[in-house]
């Protein structure tokens, strides 16, 4: 694949330069963009939180989104974060909703959930000794 480091008016005004991985930045010149699948939705009976938000936030910035303004932020990933995420955004009665304030309360979320649940087990497996 080549890449592109000029592209002429008319090419801009195209549609095609959206299946090119590899766009421009004023700043540094060619920059590449990730277009793959965003990871798959967060399944908590069946997934640690950390790992899985390791992989969004590594979509996060191939992809491009951290250049996105906060409400793209906060669809892709409440879209991500799957369909009990409504639920327990509503949840938190939020004062402030920015993207960060809003993953830092799931992370709260379920890592205080994780905490209980690997609590209960360990007492499940106290007392059935």
Same mark, same amino acid.
């Given at each position: 694949m080549a890449l592109r480091t000029k592209k002429s008016k008319k090419h801009n005004e195209s549609n095609d330069s959206d299946d090119n991985p590899v766009g421009e930045d004023s700043r540094s010149g060619p920059v590449f963009r990730y277009s793959g699948p965003p990871p798959e939705k967060f399944d908590p009976g069946s997934e640690d939180w950390? *790992?899985?938000f390791r992989r969004y936030e590594r979509y996060y910035f191939s992809s491009g989104l951290?250049?996105?303004p906060d409400?793209? +932020?906060i669809n892709v990933?409440?879209?991500?974060?799957g369909k009990d995420g409504?639920?327990? @955004?509503d949840s938190f009665r939020l004062a402030v909703v920015s993207y960060a304030n809003i993953v830092e309360r799931f992370r709260k979320y379920y890592v +205080?959930?994780?905490m209980l649940y690997s609590?209960? !087990?360990?007492s499940? *497996? @106290? !007392?059935? +000794?």
């Open positions: 950390s *790992k899985w951290y250049k996105e409400q793209m +932020k990933f409440m879209t991500c974060i409504e639920d327990i @955004l +205080k959930r994780s609590n209960a !087990f360990a499940e *497996k @106290l !007392f059935k +000794k």
